[in-house]
């Protein structure tokens, strides 16, 4: 079970979500309250384990925004909001092509959970480009962060037949549901925000801590059921 904590502000908090065993931690460079620049990010990256994914969001940037914050930032991965240029996955492929020793950079795609979510998933599976899909939820004036789950029991057959791809559920998650989801959903991973933090913008320590545990051990226990019905 791959497990990302976001939107963190400071480098106390990213070093948190490392330490709590979490695969990847993300920065939030779109209009929020948790929003970062490139500069806190460039004094956070150099300061975690090697091995932690480090992910930016971005929301309805172009691409030499996000080509200067991977550079700048060290970022490992992106995480894209946006409808405006449905070839910005493959153009990032372009600008960073995973030769001369550098790793394969991880794009995953953000899909908000909604009438017409089912064909931009399709569009996102036949996508080569493209690694992973986030679903999460959203209001009117957010477009994540929102501490709101969408429908679990609706959208669980498209996960389930979609067992090649790699899903990621988020919105409204937390360390009392997470075991829920995935084992209502059987997810690649799972990502949180305000479901582990004391305020917005500050991580609560018990609550990330917490949250990846039991996300681990529900991981475990569906795979073994998984298992048992094979």
């Not at 899909?111 to 996102?124: A, I, K, N, T, V």
Request: proline share 5%.
């Amino acid at each position: 079970m791959w497990v990302k904590i976001c939107a963190n502000t400071s480098l106390e908090d990213a070093q948190l979500a490392a330490s709590a065993g979490a695969d990847a931690v993300g920065f939030v460079f779109a209009e929020s309250v948790r929003r970062v620049t490139p500069a806190q990010v460039r004094a956070i990256t150099p300061h975690l384990p090697e091995g932690i994914e480090k992910y930016g969001v971005f929301v309805d940037a172009g691409l030499d925004e996000i080509a200067a914050a991977i550079t700048e930032c060290g970022l490992t991965g992106v995480q894209i909001h946006t409808a405006l240029d449905p070839a910005l996955p493959q153009r990032l492929r372009e600008r960073f092509p995973a030769d001369q020793g550098r790793a394969r950079l991880k794009i995953v795609r953000a899909l908000h959970y909604g009438s017409d979510w089912q064909e931009r998933l399709r569009d996102s599976a036949e996508n080569d480009a493209i690694d992973a899909v986030l679903v999460d939820s959203r209001t009117a004036t957010l477009f994540g962060g929102t501490g709101r789950r969408f429908d679990w029991l609706e959208a669980r057959a498209n996960f389930l037949q979609s067992p090649r791809m790699r899903l990621i559920v988020a919105g409204g998650l937390n360390p009392q549901n997470v075991a829920e989801a995935i084992e209502t959903l059987r997810p690649w991973g799972v990502d949180v925000v305000t479901g582990v933090e004391a305020l917005p913008g500050k991580k609560d320590p018990a609550k990330v801590r917490a949250f990846v545990e039991n996300a681990r051990i529900a991981a475990s226990k569906a795979k073994l059921e998984v298992e048992v019905e094979a």
